[in-house]
């Protein structure tokens, strides 16, 4: 059995009275911001706040009776077993989720508030599987896959059915790649209703599992490095997921960290959305398209798929600093100044005048500067872009302030 287009509406026909249709609406700002006409497929409004509900859902309604009644169990890295324990909840099934112990906390807690047992174990999804695999021969319960599995992909290819519902002229799909089971059961909708719609990938660059599996012509393992787009973190794609994506899917691109922390800040700014990295990547391309070979959607009618929102609120304090950093407004000065009473005040008075708002000030008595007359300092400076980031360091130069680069 594979996966196709009729068991992707029968999938649609079986959760639809449990899976929020989401919206998929135009943004001007997201247009503006990216050359193209830009809509947005908001499954980050689920209610677990991710697309993986809809897969979890469809497999689990088709489980034994005598399945149902022992319970099931997955590893996930979180929005896959709040999807399981939210809908097991439903169906009265119980669920045991291994999670790694770098989870994010929000998706912990969320999985027990479902009702779920939830055991942390190692420091990947692979260590969690291991676990969660070992447990299910112990327990006699049924293991439900992440993504690799053709009733999960099924349930998830029902994002395909809606966006075409909403969006009927589209030109392209930009989806987010974990372990393919989203953008392998989209690409089966699009090709087999609309095959000139150009469905691509994005994943992180630090876990490029379908990049090196599109190169090497068959699945292979990845090392992945911690990403914002933990959702994505996956170290090989399904094999299932692979044989579909290298029939349906045309391109497949990798965005930079930097350019994740930004797509979340402007998706914040600019349509008053949070969304996890895993769903703001394809945001990320959008916006760096002509560096990753993108320049084609220039004004054409193009999709995005926010399939989650789940970030810990710790985690978006930082990305919103360092997207404001990587965007030029946040900047570091260093620099060496007399320890003479007033001097400091002169400073912060340079940076008012230019704009600049301070956002921390700290003094190095100790490690700094050799000459003892004179005290390092560093300063973090909200600015309005680059430019202006220049024009602050420049005007403490000119008022003689000895400023580092």
Do not use: W
């Not at 911001?33 to 908001?42: P, T």
């Not at 469809?58 to 099931?72: A, F, I, Y």
């Not at 669920?95 to 027990?112: D, E, G, W």
């Not at 779920?116 to 969660?132: F, M």
């Amino acid at each position: 059995m594979t996966l196709s287009l009729e068991m992707i509406r029968a999938a649609r026909e079986r959760i639809r009275n449990a899976v929020y249709h989401s919206p998929c609406p135009y943004s001007l700002s997201l247009s503006k911001l990216c050359g193209a006409e830009i809509y947005c497929k908001l499954d980050h409004l689920q209610m677990t706040g991710s697309f993986k509900e809809r897969g979890a859902r469809n497999k689990l309604m088709q489980l034994t009776d005598e399945q149902k009644r022992k319970g099931v169990i997955t590893a996930s890295a979180g929005n896959h077993g709040m999807g399981v324990a939210y809908h097991g909840q439903l169906l009265n099934i119980p669920v045991t989720v291994v999670m790694s112990k770098f989870a994010p906390l929000v998706k912990v807690q969320n999985c027990r508030g479902f009702g779920a047992e939830v055991i942390l174990e190692g420091d990947s999804l692979a260590d969690a599987k291991a676990l969660a695999d070992r447990l299910a021969n112990e327990r006699g319960l049924t293991y439900i896959q992440g993504f690799d599995d053709e009733q999960i992909m099924a349930g998830a290819g029902s994002l395909g059915l809606e966006i075409l519902e909403d969006v009927p002229d589209l030109d392209a799909l930009l989806v987010p790649v974990g372990g393919g089971g989203m953008i392998g059961a989209i690409g089966t909708v699009i090709k087999a209703l609309k095959p000139a719609v150009r469905v691509i990938g994005v994943e992180p660059v630090h876990a490029p599992k379908l990049s090196a599996a599109m190169a090497a012509g068959k699945v292979v393992e990845v090392d992945v490095r911690p990403t914002l787009a933990d959702g994505l973190g996956v170290n090989k794609i399904g094999t299932l997921c692979f044989e579909i994506a290298r029939h349906t899917v045309e391109k497949v691109v990798t965005v930079e960290e930097t350019a994740i922390a930004k797509a979340i800040l402007r998706l914040m700014e600019l349509e008053k959305m949070v969304v996890e990295g895993a769903g703001a990547v394809g945001l990320a391309a959008m916006m760096e398209r002509d560096r990753l070979g993108l320049t084609d959607l220039k004004g054409k009618k193009v999709v995005l798929v926010l399939c989650g929102g789940n970030i810990d609120v710790t985690t978006l304090g930082r990305v919103i600093d360092r997207g404001m950093a990587s965007d030029g407004r946040l900047t570091r000065i260093t620099a060496d100044i007399s320890e003479r009473p007033g001097t400091l005040a002169n400073v912060l008075n340079v940076i008012a005048k230019t704009g600049g708002s301070m956002k921390d000030v700290r003094l190095d008595h100790h490690f700094g500067v050799a000459d003892p007359a004179l005290v390092r300092v560093f300063l973090v400076v909200e600015t309005r872009d680059f430019g202006h980031a220049a024009e602050v360091r420049q005007a403490l130069r000119d008022a003689g302030f000895q400023v580092r680069d």
